[in-house]
């Protein structure tokens, strides 16, 4: 099993851009056979799916937050990266990268990195 | 995309079963044959333990089975045990490469 690990800032002003990478280990990330996501949790409540990056960089995005989001991949680097801008309080979550596969779910997660926005 | 409909809560005493219902509509649950499930203990990850409506990842016990009737989707724990208790949420495909998920069902092994 790869492993996923998200790193990146835990606070964030509002009205400024969150920006997390996700480093994969144990696996490359260059794979026609999966997506790799990102999710997010506000804390004590439910799963919220942000978006997926395949290998290409071809993406797909909740509708309810593409335009504000940004998901990008390097695969020189095995990372992919989420860009989440002109945030509120309502983005406070723990957010997870994971890897998907295609109609059957996201099999392998990451740890989790908490971010709270606020001044 | 509108959330998924879950109870907030579910419980069963050890060696009961419990099922706990994932309502949707004809846009994800009803349309597709794609319902995931998950589960995730406090501060952890979740845990993939239904894909395809009823099957089970690799080393999931058949104690945890999935059903699927029109726009509503179950979840069954069958010979509840006390590591059981977690917070289940279902997920279902909606077309053009996205996902939907439930609130949450918290069960709690009594």
């Known amino acids: 099993q790869p492993h996923l690990q998200e790193s990146g800032p835990g606070l964030v002003k509002p009205s400024e851009t969150l920006s997390l990478t996700c480093t994969v280990s144990?696996?490359?990330?260059?794979?026609?056979?999966?997506?790799w996501g990102w999710l997010r949790q506000p804390p004590g409540k439910g799963l919220e799916w942000i978006g997926i990056?395949?290998?290409?960089?071809?993406?797909h995005y909740n509708p309810s937050l593409r335009s504000r989001i940004n998901i990008s991949i390097d695969t020189s680097k095995n990372q992919f990266s989420l860009r989440l801008n002109s945030v509120t309080a309502a983005d406070t979550a723990v957010y997870f990268c994971a890897r998907e596969i295609t109609m059957i779910g996201f099999g392998v997660w990451g740890q989790g990195a908490m971010v709270t926005v606020s001044s | 995309q509108s959330a998924l409909t879950q109870p907030p809560s579910a419980s069963g005493s050890p060696g009961q079963s419990v099922t706990i219902a994932c309502t949707g509509s004809n846009s994800d649950v009803g349309g597709y044959g794609f319902v995931s499930w998950y589960q995730q203990h406090p501060n952890n990850a979740p845990k993939l333990i239904i894909f395809e409506v009823t099957k089970r990842p690799s080393g999931v016990p058949d104690r945890f089975s999935g059903s699927k009737s029109g726009n509503t989707a179950s979840l069954t724990v069958s010979g509840l045990q006390a590591d059981d208790e977690a917070h289940y949420y279902c997920?279902?495909?909606?077309?053009?490469?996205?996902?939907?998920f439930g609130g949450g069902t918290k069960l709690t092994v009594l």
């Open positions: 144990g696996d490359t990330i260059d794979s026609r056979n999966y997506y």
């Open positions: 990056i395949s290998n290409g960089g071809s993406t």
């Open positions: 997920s279902s495909y909606a077309g053009s490469h996205s996902w939907v």
